[in-house]
């Protein structure tokens, strides 16, 4: 486009140079045509690169944003757990609920837990009533113990049990917690997150760090098992 200007331009000025007998003002007006055109050509080009660099960062815009959001569904959503300090029983923490809250007693590898969540939902159409997210509890001696908030990323997975642990996960990630005499503990978690050219790396957590699974996405297929084997923790919901 550069050299096809260029050439418009120094035909103007080979114009202007041979007018010889020509009128004056004729040969003016052909070389201002010219180098009009030109500039036309010029805006146009100019236009052309403005349009391809704007799709350019929009795609690149688009893949870093689905990247973000994969990484966000790991990150704990702000929550405000109910105030307990002045329940001494289940029944207590119960009476303090409001309408569409829901609670649940559940019993994970022989521990007794009293589950409570902000809403809940038929989770498979059939009349099951989970929930994605909840606040953990459990007795310790006379007093009521927090154990923890957990969460899943979205209606698809509810909250379910399976192989004696607490499973959530989201499209991308898998987490299952154990029920230990310190608390609750994530004891697995796969995730997997994406790059901008939208390639995946997968990632198993050990010993509180991520470590870096080889390009398959073989343990976080096997980890999705627990869909179709768990059991679905099922909440009473207040009216």
Request: proline fraction near 2%; glycine fraction near 8%.
């Amino acid at each position: 486009m550069k050299k096809k200007v260029s050439m418009l331009l120094i035909g103007a000025m080979i114009v202007l140079a041979g007018c010889g007998s020509k009128d004056t003002a004729e040969v003016t007006d052909t070389a201002s045509e010219i180098v009009e055109e030109a500039a036309d050509q010029a805006e146009e080009a100019s236009e052309a690169v403005e349009d391809v660099a704007k799709e350019v960062a929009a795609e690149t815009d688009e893949i870093a944003d689905e990247a973000t959001a994969t990484a966000a569904e790991v990150v704990t959503p702000e929550h405000e757990p109910v105030d307990i300090s002045d329940c001494a029983t289940f029944t207590d923490i119960v009476n303090k609920l409001q309408p569409g809250q829901g609670y649940a007693n559940i019993s994970v590898d022989g521990a007794d837990l009293f589950a409570v969540t902000d809403y809940t939902y038929d989770c498979d159409m059939e009349g099951s009533i989970g929930t994605t997210e909840a606040d953990l509890y459990r007795y310790n001696g006379d007093k009521i113990e927090y154990l923890g908030y957990v969460y899943s990323g979205g209606t698809a997975y509810p909250l379910m049990i399976y192989d004696n642990k607490i499973y959530t996960a989201g499209n991308h990630y898998v987490k299952a917690y154990e029920v230990e005499d310190k608390g609750l503990e994530a004891e697995d978690e796969v995730y997997v997150n994406f790059d901008t050219d939208g390639n995946a790396t997968y990632y198993k957590s050990e010993d509180g760090k991520d470590v870096v699974i080889a390009e398959s996405d073989e343990d976080v297929v096997e980890m999705y098992d627990f869909i179709d084997k768990g059991e679905v923790i099922i909440f009473d919901t207040i009216k």
